[in-house]
């Protein structure tokens, strides 16, 4: 069995923004060699999400209004977790987005359905953060 591993970096300009890194993770399965297996991608912060749905920039816009409202980021006053942070927001809409996703590899592809592509959430930016991709097969 073989296993790779890399961390991508993302540095985002806005504190919450969508990017489809599925070129990125394509590239490290190119470098790792595996065929037949399994790949993962996780956000190393617990500030940020990497999820899998649609490139389409409408949806991305629904995404922001509907955690927007589940935790709206202000006024920072009303969580107890920003005494000394501003960020509690930000830990609520990773838990809804996810940590991380998973998927096949199949014939040296990542065996999507329809429509499915990988993105990177930012909740906190402003801030270098880290993104693990895993990948363990033949
Ligand atoms: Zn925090």
Redesign the pocket.
Known sequence: MKSFRKELVFEVKERREYINITRQVNQCLAESGITEGLLLVNAMH??ASVFINDDESGLHRDFETWLEKLAPEKPHSQYH?NGY?D??D??LKRSIMGREVVVAITNGALDFGPWEQIFYGEFDGKRKKRVLVKIIGE
């Open positions: 617990i500030t977790h942070e960020n509690a930000a830990h």
